[in-house]
């Protein structure tokens, strides 16, 4: 059974995801439809990446995935499938796709041509462009069918570190807070370890707090778990999933968590520093 997943910024409360949903649905009954998230917000496209980055690597190869953030239609701008590990990935021609493969090239880009007569009416992307082609996909039909090779899409860049070696300190920003409140940044682990070379300690600082120890993992946190609640609320920083940076509260949430006491938002720096 094919699978094709939903990701967008149209939240829950609107008709366009179920819209899709029966787009789809309409055109091949068959097909497994999953959810990886609605409630991206309005437009971010950095969010969008690093969500979706996370989450569909976990899928079969040959599932067909539609990104529905910033996709309103615009005549001037393309909408793009792009071919990867014998996956598909549809979304506008606005960079999002760039942020998630900025690591990797794809096999192929199309841009899709389902409505590129002058006399094609397209209301909504998702349903009008992004579904007919995607249940072709689905239904083992050629790309090459729905869409024109291309070689270049708009390309964004994430914000990336700064390592300061004369100064011996890394520059880094806060780039997505997730539903606990965690805080996480772009600084990685790799460009941690070269940065730390030579040095016996480290200084995370933020605003007018700091931390001096990264776990490695949010359970690390606790040292012995017959008094586990008491560790309830202490502030740590750890390397997280994606190998990033990630400030927390030890079962913290979006009340009480690391978003909430350390007053940090979006595009905030952080900085470590060695010595």
Known sequence: MSIITLTSDFGNLDYRVAAMKGKILSLNPEVNIVDITHDIQAFNLIQTSYIFRNAHKYFPKGSIHILSVDSFFHKS???????????????????????IFFDIKPEAIYEITLNSRFD????????????????HLANGGLPEVIGRKIDSVKELLFPKPVHNESERMIIGEVMYIDNFGNIISNINKE???????????????????????????????????????????????????????????????????????FGLNVGENIYIEFF
């Open 77 to 99: 701008r393309k909408n793009i499938v792009y071919k990867s590990d014998g996956s598909y990935f549809l979304a506008s021609d606005n960079g999002l796709l760039s942020l």
């Open 120 to 135: 094609d009416i397209v209301s909504f992307t998702s349903t009008d462009i992004f579904v007919p082609a995607a249940v």
């Open 191 to 261: 460009i941690f370890e070269v940065a730390s070379k030579g040095a016996q300690n480290f200084t995370i600082k933020f605003r007018n707090l700091s931390l001096s120890k990264i776990f490695l993992s949010h359970t690390e946190v606790v040292s012995d778990w017959e008094r586990e609640t008491e560790y309830h609320g202490q502030s740590a920083a750890i390397f997280n999933d994606s190998q990033l940076l990630e400030l927390t509260i030890y079962k913290g949430s979006k009340k009480n968590g690391a978003k909430s006491l």
